[in-house]
């Protein structure tokens, strides 16, 4: 069946770096775009970043010139590696897959497969 797995959440100190990954299972991975999304208590999901099928992303203007999306197809693999995190960044950090197409203002409701979230949280 469909899966989807993140990986890489911790505890940083502002300023610092994580690289997470979601591994991708039971579906065509080349077919499909991604996004990651945060969320934290009391608000909305948030996109953070998405890349569609050709490899191209977009961003949130929040983590612009901080956050690289990027997508290893061979690994059924995609990433996102965060620098110069900041105390607002800390949210649980989920991936997403959609069949259609993938820019960071498409909403939660577009994607077809989620993962189940890692926890990122970034102290002063």
């Known amino acids: 069946q469909v899966q989807l797995v993140e990986s890489g959440g911790g505890s940083v100190q502002a300023g610092g770096s994580l690289r997470l990954s979601c591994g991708a299972s039971?579906?065509?991975?080349?077919?499909?775009?991604f996004g990651w999304f945060r969320q934290v208590p009391g608000k909305e999901r948030e996109g953070v970043a998405a890349?569609?099928?050709?490899?191209?992303?977009s961003y949130a203007e929040s983590v612009k010139g901080r956050f690289t999306i990027s997508r290893a197809n061979t690994k059924r693999t995609l990433y996102l590696q965060m620098s110069s995190l900041k105390p607002e960044d800390t949210a649980m950090y989920y991936c997403?897959?959609?069949?259609?197409?993938?820019?960071?203002?498409?909403?939660?409701?577009?994607?077809?497969?989620w993962g189940q979230g890692t926890q990122v949280t970034v102290s002063s």
């Open positions: 039971g579906f065509t991975f080349n077919w499909y775009c």
């Open positions: 890349i569609d099928s050709g490899g191209t992303p």
């Open positions: 997403a897959a959609s069949r259609a197409y993938c820019t960071v203002a498409r909403p939660p409701v577009a994607y077809d497969h």
